[in-house]
């Protein structure tokens, strides 16, 4: 069976029909950039564009950097502000036509897509999916069921929004060695595992291709440690699980 999957990311809105017993594109994908401001409009029109590269005229489900509570984009801390208290759904769905639309925060995403066909397939106890990319995204299982919204990017850490000091756009922007921003990681990960004690840390976002840089500086850390496997596609195919779910075909 195939849903269609959209992400939508800092620099690019990426989607395509997903192949739900494989967990993988059903076809290459097509991606457009992100607009800046990203507003709800502009994107909305974006999500458009690339579902319409297809002919598609199923359920799709899309993936959205922010809290999302049935439908509503609740946070926006890396678009624009016209996303809070928004009917995303609403909004989607009718510039699609109609399309029954669901919409979830990305680090579900990925983290579902990567509990079903990844790194966490068949790990029970609590795992942790961490996605380093303009933010810190996080989704927390407990025997293979998400606690959705969890939001761990925003944890304090001495005294400043941890993805602002450990997020892959904080090395970029302040232009730190492996070994510095590995240390942030490293104290940010320690944190989380005294909240949470999971078994399993899960690193997605794009670092996660240059995991051989950065994962053996990470000691002093109990659980186990491993780069996401989908990757670049995590977003989409969990978004299209969901979606999947959502209208139960
Ligand atoms: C947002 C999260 C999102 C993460 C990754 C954070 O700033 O608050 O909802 O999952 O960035 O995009």
Redesign the pocket.
Known sequence: MQIFGVDI??SGIKGAPVDLERGDLAHERHKVLTPHPATPEGVADCVAEVVSAFDWSGPVGVT????VTDGITR?A??VDKGWVDLDARTLLSGRLGGLPVTVL????AAGVAEMTFGAGRGRTGTVILL?L??????AVFTDGRLLA?T?L??LELRGHDA?TKASTRAKEEEDLSWEHWAKRVRRYLAHVEMLFSPELFIIGGGVSRKAEKFLPLLDGIRADIVPAQLQNNAGIVGAAMAARRATQV
């Open positions: 990311g800092g959205f950097p922010g809290v946070t801390a890396n925060n990305d680090a579900d996605t990319g303009t933010g810190i995204g996080s919204n939001e990017g925003h993805e």
